[in-house]
C-alpha cells in the first residue's frame, strides 16, 4: 500500500505540474486561463505546452516573443523531430474529441476552456513516455545500421563521423562514453567501440527532466526479461 499511495503521489504531482506549464503555454500564446479558446489556438497552446515541457528547468516561460520565434524556426526546419510532436499532438486532441463527441453540439462552434485543456495535457503527460520511446527506437535503428557485424556495437571512430544530413549525430565526449559503461575498449585498444544499448540508455538521451521526473528511453533488456518472468511463471 505504501508503494501505491507512492506512486500515486508523485503522479499528481506531475500531473500538477503540467497543468502549471500549461498556464504558462497559455500565456506565452498571448491567452487567458479564463477565456475559451478556439481549436486552433488549442493546437499552438499544446505545442508551446510540448515544447517547454522538453526543455524542463531551461525553459523560460516568460519571454513570449522569444518563444513564437523558436516556434518559427521549428517550423520551418519542419524536421523530423517537429513533425513526430505535432503528431503526438493533434492525435491526443483528435482522440479526446473523439471520447467527448457526445457531449458537443455540432450546431455551434467547437471551443475549449482551460480545464478541458488540462484534460488534453494529463492525457498527453501520460502518454509522453511511450510516445517519446519511438524516437528511442528510431535512434536505435539507425546506430545498428552502423553495425554492420552485428555484435551491438558501433566503431567509436565511425559513430563520430556521421555526415550532417544523418538523422542522428553524435557528439558525447569518450570519457562520457567511458562513464557510462557505453565505450569499449578491449581487443583492440586502437579502435574502440561503443555499445548501442548502453550508450542509448545514457542520460545524453533524456529529453525531458521536471521537478520530478525525466523522460529517458526505456530499457529493452527489462522488456525482455518481464516477458521471460511471465513465460517461465
Same mark, same amino acid.
Given at each position: &500500500? +505504501?508503494?501505491?499511495l507512492? &506512486?500515486a503521489?508523485?503522479?499528481?504531482?506531475?500531473?500538477?505540474?503540467?497543468?502549471?506549464?500549461? %498556464?504558462?503555454?497559455y500565456?506565452?500564446?498571448?491567452?487567458?486561463?479564463?477565456? /475559451?479558446? /478556439?481549436?486552433?489556438? !488549442?493546437?499552438?497552446?499544446?505545442? %508551446?505546452?510540448?515544447?517547454?515541457?522538453?526543455? =524542463?528547468?531551461?525553459?523560460?516561460?516568460? +519571454?513570449?516573443?522569444?518563444?513564437?520565434?523558436?516556434k518559427?524556426?521549428?517550423?520551418?526546419?519542419?524536421?523530423? %523531430?517537429?513533425? &513526430?510532436l505535432?503528431?503526438?499532438?493533434?492525435?491526443? !486532441?483528435?482522440?479526446? +474529441?473523439?471520447?467527448?463527441?457526445?457531449?458537443?453540439?455540432?450546431?455551434? #462552434?467547437?471551443?475549449?476552456?482551460?480545464?478541458?485543456?488540462?484534460?488534453?495535457?494529463?492525457?498527453?503527460?501520460?502518454? $509522453?513516455?511511450q510516445?517519446?520511446?519511438?524516437?528511442?527506437?528510431?535512434m536505435?535503428?539507425?546506430?545498428? =545500421?552502423?553495425d554492420?557485424? =552485428?555484435?551491438?556495437?558501433?566503431?567509436l571512430?565511425?559513430?563520430y563521423?556521421? #555526415?550532417?544530413?544523418? %538523422?542522428?549525430?553524435?557528439?558525447?565526449?569518450?570519457? $562520457?562514453?567511458?562513464?557510462?559503461?557505453?565505450?569499449?575498449?578491449g =581487443?583492440?585498444?586502437?579502435?574502440?567501440?561503443?555499445?548501442?544499448?548502453? $550508450?542509448?540508455?545514457?542520460?545524453?538521451?533524456?529529453?525531458?527532466?521536471?521537478? $520530478?521526473?525525466?523522460?529517458?528511453?526505456?530499457?529493452?533488456c527489462?522488456?525482455?526479461?518481464r516477458?521471460?518472468?511471465?513465460?517461465?511463471?
Amino acid at each position: &500500500t +505504501d508503494v501505491i499511495l507512492t &506512486t500515486a503521489t508523485l503522479e499528481g504531482l506531475i500531473l500538477d505540474e503540467s497543468t502549471e506549464l500549461l %498556464s504558462a503555454a497559455y500565456v506565452l500564446n498571448g491567452l487567458e486561463v479564463l477565456q /475559451s479558446i /478556439s481549436r486552433d489556438e !488549442l493546437q499552438e497552446v499544446l505545442i %508551446s505546452y510540448l515544447t517547454i515541457f522538453e526543455m =524542463g528547468s531551461k525553459a523560460n516561460l516568460t +519571454d513570449i516573443a522569444r518563444h513564437q520565434l523558436m516556434k518559427q524556426r521549428m517550423k520551418k526546419t519542419n524536421s523530423q %523531430s517537429w513533425l &513526430t510532436l505535432v503528431e503526438f499532438e493533434e492525435d491526443a !486532441l483528435n482522440t479526446f +474529441d473523439f471520447l467527448q463527441h457526445n457531449t458537443i453540439n455540432p450546431f455551434l #462552434p467547437v471551443v475549449y476552456s482551460f480545464h478541458v485543456a488540462s484534460q488534453v495535457v494529463r492525457s498527453m503527460a501520460r502518454a $509522453y513516455g511511450q510516445w517519446q520511446n519511438s524516437e528511442c527506437h528510431q535512434m536505435a535503428a539507425a546506430l545498428r =545500421g552502423l553495425d554492420l557485424t =552485428g555484435s551491438g556495437r558501433v566503431p567509436l571512430d565511425k559513430l563520430y563521423s556521421q #555526415p550532417a544530413s544523418a %538523422s542522428y549525430l553524435f557528439h558525447e565526449s569518450t570519457e $562520457y562514453l567511458r562513464q557510462i559503461g557505453a565505450l569499449d575498449e578491449g =581487443g583492440d585498444a586502437a579502435k574502440p567501440q561503443v555499445r548501442i544499448a548502453n $550508450y542509448l540508455m545514457g542520460p545524453s538521451n533524456c529529453v525531458v527532466r521536471s521537478s $520530478y521526473f525525466s523522460v529517458c528511453c526505456l530499457s529493452e533488456c527489462e522488456g525482455l526479461m518481464r516477458e521471460l518472468e511471465q513465460k517461465i511463471r
